[in-house]
């Protein structure tokens, strides 16, 4: 038997990768934050957790990451070193939009607009560091 194609050269468990890069998030709009860990242990922050509600020891502007997420690939995630400042890429949460769970802060939807941050909010996390 003659091996002619990808599938039949191939061993069980291997790779048959595509010629051109796989893309993800295109069409969606990008915003570039700096971020800096104010804490003194590392922060790991997942690809699709909501970035407005990340460890309250990561100082950026909140307000601007409000309904949006890490512009990375599904399952990975960016660590921050204590002291470090990084830039970071966010784009809108997908779907319905609605956010739950997390740290709790917004549990509803977080879309377009931001939703009013009550005061304890604001002290504990807005102004945290």
């Not at 860990?37 to 601007?64: M, T, W, Y």
């Not at 609605?98 to 604001?122: H, Q, R, T």
């Amino acid at each position: 038997m003659e091996k002619n194609n990808k599938e039949d050269i191939t061993p069980l468990g291997g790779y048959i990768l595509a010629k051109d890069p796989i893309s993800f998030n295109e069409d969606c709009p990008v915003i570039q934050l700096k971020v800096r860990n104010s804490g003194d242990r590392p922060i790991q922050v997942g690809s699709h957790f909501h970035f407005f509600e990340v460890n309250k020891a990561l100082q950026f502007n909140r307000a601007a990451a409000f309904g949006k997420r890490l512009n990375i690939t599904a399952t990975t995630a960016i660590r921050i070193e204590p002291g470090d400042e990084i830039e970071v890429s966010l784009i809108p949460i997908g779907g319905k939009q609605n956010v739950y769970g997390f740290n709790n802060l917004v549990d509803g939807w977080a879309g377009k607009s931001l939703v009013a941050i009550d005061e304890p909010v604001e002290k504990t996390w807005l102004h945290a560091g």
